[in-house]
């Protein structure tokens, strides 16, 4: 089945030319998928025909609503969407003061292995293509009737790991002519691929990096991300500097806080020494415990002056505000607990 919703319009046009349609047929479609229905018979102006030959060799890549929780804290919703092929991913519609933001998965699973991450358990069963994780947006969308200005890729999955998909994904999303996200909305999260942060640096893209470094020395960070194996913290720091440079973007740094892992004044110390004179932020959070893993979070004072340490030397922190906290918003966790069911 051809893949609509992975395409940008020239190539939508494109498409319909080799159909033997005219091309402006591909910019009608753009314009129905960027609306988000579900259905060629929804695409009214185009001719019976065609909507049908269309359904018949292609696919709107649409995902359904398995589960869906509502925080009561702050009306943060969390979904569990199936793919046509039956595979699952959560996706999280956060509102904020600036406006609504959306956590999309990339993969289903991960094979990053992170000891602390219940997204990783079961390992990687696939990456999304485009469209799925174009979907996850257009399903906010139309589950909630408000739009959304911002995007974090930090649900299920390493989106380095899936790089072309994702790259696709982020020009589809930004695209002015469809949905018209600016990149400057946009935050892509990776635990520390150095060859694709490299890669991602040279498309000139002006998105946030966020990364995953939960640890200030090689040797702690091995302890907890196997990632840390393959490349040291000092290549992945100096990766992330030539990122910066290149995009004159402020780095940010996710810190999950593990009691009596990461969680010390050395550490502290150490972070902010390695940190110094870098472009960057420092978000610590403390680590959602996932029943598999073991690990339990700093408690809210080591926390405090964990971040003041920071602080006082210079470098710009803080303890990362929590949505959806009476819904287990983050981490993969509902995915994990419907296969076990
Ligand atoms: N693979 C990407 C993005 C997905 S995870 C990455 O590693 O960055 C999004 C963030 O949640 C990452 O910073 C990840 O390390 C963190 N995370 C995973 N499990 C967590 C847990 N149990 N508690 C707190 N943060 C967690």
Redo the contacts with the bound molecule.
Sequence with gaps: MTDLKSMLPEELCEYMVSKGYPSFRGKQVYEWITKGVTDFSEMVNLPKSMREDLALECTLSCAKIVRKLVSKIDGTIKYLLEFEDGERVETVFMRYKHGNSVCVSTQVG?R?G?R????TIGGLVRGLKASEILEQILVCRRDTGEDVSNIV???????LDNYENVLKFLRLVNDERGVGIGMRHISL???GLVDKIDKLKEEKLGITL???L?APSDEIRKQIMPIANKWGIDELLESCKRYSNATSRRISY?Y?MISGVNDSKECAELLAKRLKGTLAHVNL??????TE?G?KKSDANTVKNFCDILEKNGIAATVRRKLGSDINA???QLRRGEQKA
């Design positions: 991960c990053m992170c602390f991450c219940a997204s890729l930090m649900g299920i999955g390493e989106p999260s990776t635990c966020s990364v995953s939960h996710e999950a959070i403390p680590v959602n415990s996932v893993t690990y983050s981490c993969g």
